[in-house]
Structures are given as C-alpha cells and as structure tokens.
Nanobody, 127 residues
Framework: QLQLVESGGGLVQPGGSLRLSCAAS????????IGWFLQAPGKEREGVSY????????YYATSVKGRFTISRDNAKNTLYLQMNSLIPEDTALYYC????????????????????WGQGTQVTVSS
C-alpha cells in the first residue's frame, strides 16, 4: 500500500528554520513527481515546491523561492523541505504528495495533479 508520512513540523520563531520530511512506503519516490503543498486556515491548498520524476528538476512557488529547498534521498525513499528565513505567513499545514506524471514548469504546483497524499504536518511561525 502506497503511503506518505510527513514529519518535522513545529513552532518556530520568525527568521528560524525547519526541515520537513516525507517518508514513502509501498513505492519508490524516484519514479514519481513529488511535491510539497501547504494549506493555511480558511484557504485553499497551494503548491510550495516539487521535483519532476523524469529529470529531477525542481520548481518553487514565488513566495518561497530563495528560502525553501526541496530535495530527495532515494536511498531513504524520503522527500525533504528545508525551510529557512521563515515568516508568519508560512504558517500552515504542510503536505507531501506524489504523482505518476512529469509536469512542465509550474503545472506541478497545482494540487489537483496529485493522486497520493500524506496527512500533513503543522508549521507555526510565531514569536
């Protein structure tokens, strides 16, 4: 059974850092396009970043470019999101997701393109 489990969320002060992890089981991450998404209270889910399965290229939402870094460890079958220079607006429930397709630039930031989802991990940025 294909499963994604996020971890690493928590409470952090503005300017701080967190690293989120997404452990996959039941399938190999390197064959899937995988991404991070967030959902703030009262708002729709939106894309943060993703890695294409075909070429390993990474894509970021404008709001996180230069602050967040997505990476994948195939040996551990785990996806990561290094989050630096966090701001209160980053507060949200963060999800990882996987899709069986390759997406042209930007398309992979659309949550509706993904079939497999984790349960999410809460990130709160507050002083």
């Amino acid at each position: 059974q294909l499963q994604l489990v996020e971890s690493g969320g928590g409470l952090v002060q503005p300017g701080g850092s967190l690293r989120l992890s997404c452990a996959a089981s039941g399938f190999s991450l390197n064959y899937y396009t995988i991404g991070w998404f967030l959902q703030a209270p009262g708002k729709e889910r939106e894309g943060v970043s993703y890695i294409n399965n075909s070429d390993g290229r990474t894509y970021y939402a404008t709001s996180v470019k230069g602050r967040f870094t997505i990476s994948r460890d195939n040996a551990k079958n785990t996806l990561y999101l290094q989050m630096n220079s966090l701001i209160p607006e980053d507060t949200a429930l963060y999800y990882c997701a996987a899709a069986e397709f390759t997406f042209v630039q930007g398309v992979g930031l659309n949550p509706s393109r993904y079939k497999y989802w984790g349960q999410g991990t809460q990130v709160t940025v507050s002083s």
